[in-house]
């Protein structure tokens, strides 16, 4: 999914929401009812943890919206520092990401407490919600899909609209799916270690990817 405009980037970050489904079965499925990556979800369950319900854990979803509130300061310190450039600002932020999932992998894999895993992915996502808001794709949030399905409908032919970048919308809907479906799938059945290992080897495509296509400063790498 390229274009003069964007060039590579709808295809990155549709990698990057691939990630999102497997980052969020993890800490969702293992560490407490915890989303790491989809903010709004995270607040509602806390809201149900402190109401009273005994399967959501409190200290892991303050840790995720903590680490997320870091993770996103973060970012907005790369926004400042390489927004200029897409393909600097994307392959940079994308590499500190793998050091992150990297670490967080390994955590898993030695046992370390998930209240230490929770705010390494939860830094990972807040970096990448702002990055990604940086970048300023339409239509490509990366972690959520609340505004993508409103604007298939009230944007639509049945509405009396003209289904403005439909297929994008409808590619960020399957992807997110995917990801969640593949994310749990080897939670479920291989272990988290393999989960986070899958996020960081993608987290590092997109590093490679970026890097290559934005070497010869190519005319999207301009700021949007």
């Not at 970050?13 to 969702?28: E, H, K, R």
């Not at 407490?113 to 939860?122: K, M, N, R, V």
């Not at 990604?132 to 949030?141: S, V």
């Amino acid at each position: 999914m390229k274009s003069e405009e964007h060039g590579p980037l709808p295809t990155l970050l549709g990698l990057l929401t691939l990630i999102t489904g497997f980052i969020d079965a993890v800490t969702y499925i293992n560490y407490g009812h915890v989303f790491v990556a989809n903010m709004t979800g995270n607040v509602v369950l806390l809201g149900f943890a402190i109401a009273g319900s005994h399967d959501i854990s409190i200290v892991g979803s303050l840790l995720a919206v903590a680490g997320f509130l870091v993770g996103a300061l973060a970012g907005g310190v790369f926004n400042e520092r390489l927004g200029q450039h897409r393909g600097n600002l994307l392959a940079r932020s994308s590499l500190a990401k793998v050091m992150l999932l990297l670490t967080a992998t390994l955590c898993a894999i030695f046992g370390v407490s998930p209240y230490a895993i929770i705010p390494l992915l939860g830094i990972t996502m807040g970096m990448q919600n702002a990055v990604t808001r940086k970048l300023a794709i339409p239509d490509i949030t990366t972690t959520v899909l609340t505004m993508t399905l409103t604007g298939i409908m009230a944007d639509s032919s049945l509405a009396g609209g003209k289904n403005p970048r439909l297929a994008r919308r409808l590619s960020a809907v399957v992807t997110m799916f995917a990801g969640a479906l593949a994310g749990a799938s080897i939670v479920l059945y291989l272990g988290i270690p393999f989960a986070l290992a899958g996020a960081t080897t993608i987290m590092a495509i997109v590093c490679a990817g970026t890097y290559i296509q934005s070497r010869n400063n190519p005319s999207w790498v301009r700021a949007a």
